[in-house]
């Protein structure tokens, strides 16, 4: 079992800084516009000789009312006919991208994001699901991961008998802060009663998994009130808790223009909120999974990274990273062998590409050897903060410390700090180091500057 977390200020101060989130390596900043549908169509047709298992993510856009917070690619309208045209692409691009696949390629996980997928009618649910069957090969024995966010606000018992009926088995609830001073500054009112109606469906109509998300350093937080939050929130028993850090962009998302600087806590309130609620959530056995993500000892992602088998993408931590990712919708990711494709992220561009049966791909990467060998280094220390370098060498045909000898004495400073043991064989992130993995990563990304830096948010 992985040492509990050690809280350490002053690693923290010298190590806090701005970068990336580490569920791809390169970055989608480091997207460009020479890929297009031509690139993802070879990738398909590998990934079917292959006979790849295939992860699945369809992006649902739409809100009903805006998040101040909120820096997803979404759509703010009640007008619930929109959805309908742009469920019509979805189609096309599903029937498109299926044709190039092998009936044999199961889909071993599947996600529903947004936005709010539960905009969309019962009766849409039912097609885009059916669509879905159809194309790919779904399990039906309810072995698979099929997982969906949800907004209390905008489900309730019919829609979770509907989305069990459909075959999800996991839900994601956004929750974020129950203080309604704080819901009130980022207009999200959603009260405790709400959440717990749709966690008192999910385990009677037996989902496997419930995950919340919270949010700290939103406006009007203080350590006190949300340590309330915190402490309400276990009570619920989720499987799995994501505690991320709002990044103040205001510049670059506009719904954050109305929050104003001054209801924002502080740097010294915000480490609170974090070092408060790791005190609460380890208490309550939560296990600290990595980035923002806790789990219970028995759910599967703790077990995986006991195992030595957790990994990561652009859903996050996931025990399905050998699969081929396909991303439907707008602004949707793929992740094929060594490509990254996105579509469009202009609902009204994306939706042209699929009524003029094209794919709206429309920029990407193919991955070189360099990006493979320190995507594989990232993600071994993002998962499980420890590195032998053999593994490296043997896999990738390298010396390790000749390879990596421009960022050699960084690691040996951040030995001597205290935030990892380093010796000829491995590097071993310190319990003192595991909230600062990010940095470490860092020095293994090549791209990085000060001047993207600052597009990411701080790692604490």
């Known amino acids: 079992m992985l040492d509990a977390i050690q809280w350490s200020p002053e690693l923290i101060r010298r190590y806090d800084h701005s970068g990336p989130r580490y569920t791809s390596y390169p970055t989608a900043m480091q997207f460009h516009g020479n890929i297009g549908p031509i690139d993802l169509v070879r990738a398909l047709r590998e990934s079917g000789k292959a006979q790849q298992p295939l992860s699945l993510y369809v992006h649902v856009p739409f809100c009903a009312n805006i998040c101040y917070y909120c820096a997803c690619n ?39 994001g947004g936005g709010t997928p539960t905009f969309l009618s019962h009766d849409q649910l039912r097609s885009l699901m059916s669509d879905l069957r159809k194309h790919f090969t779904l399990l039906d024995d309810d072995s698979g ?53 749709i966690l008192d469906a999910a385990r009677a109509l037996q989902f496997r998994s419930v995950n919340i998300d919270l949010i700290y350093g939103l406006p009007l937080q203080t350590p006190e009130r949300f340590a309330e939050t915190v402490a309400e929130v276990i009570a619920l028993q989720p499987d799995r808790l994501s505690l991320f850090n709002y990044a103040h962009l205001p510049e670059r998302f506009k719904p954050q223009r109305r929050i104003a600087d001054s209801d924002l806590p502080c740097s010294a309130d915000k480490l609170s909120m974090l070092q408060n609620s790791i005190t609460q959530l380890s ?81 990407g990467l193919h991955c070189n ?62 319990p003192s180091g595991r909230l600062l993995v990010r940095s470490l990563c860092m020095l293994f990304d090549t791209y990085l500057c000060e001047q993207n830096r600052q597009r990411f948010s701080r790692v604490i």
Not at 74 to 101: C, F, M, W
Not at 147 to 168: N, S, V, Y
Not at 379 to 407: G, K, T
């Open 74 to 112: 979404k759509v703010i309208t009640k007008n619930r006919d929109r959805a309908q045209p742009y469920l019509d692409a979805i189609g096309r691009e599903i029937s498109a991208i299926s044709s190039h696949l092998k009936p044999g390629q199961v889909v071993e996980q599947l996600h529903l």
């Open 145 to 197: 991961d099929y997982g969906i966010e949800i907004d209390p606000r905008e489900a309730d018992w019919a829609t979770m008998g509907l989305l069990r009926e459909l075959g999800f088995n996991r839900i994601s609830l956004g929750v974020q802060d129950l203080d309604p001073q704080v819901q009130r500054a980022v207009n999200r009112m959603q009260s405790v009663e709400q959440t717990l109606a």
């Open 283 to 363: 208490a309550a056995g939560y296990r600290y999974i990595g980035m923002d993500h806790f789990a219970l000892a028995d759910d599967e992602l703790a077990v995986a990274q006991e195992e030595g088998t957790l990994q990561r993408n652009f859903q996050g931590y996931t025990t399905h990273g050998h699969c081929d990712l396909i991303g439907l919708g707008v602004s949707a990711i793929s992740q094929i062998g060594g490509l990254y494709c996105q579509n469009s992220s202009d609902l009204n561009l994306y939706q042209q590409s699929l009524e003029n049966h094209q794919l709206a791909t429309q920029r």
């Open 369 to 430: 050897d360099d990006d493979i060998i320190r995507r594989a280094i990232i993600q071994q220390l993002i998962c499980h903060f420890q590195l032998n370098f053999a593994d490296i060498e043997h896999a990738y045909n390298i010396v390790f410390r000749q390879y990596f000898s421009d960022i050699w004495p960084q690691l040996q400073q951040m030995a001597e700090d205290g935030l990892v043991v380093l010796n000829e064989q491995n590097i071993s992130v310190l």
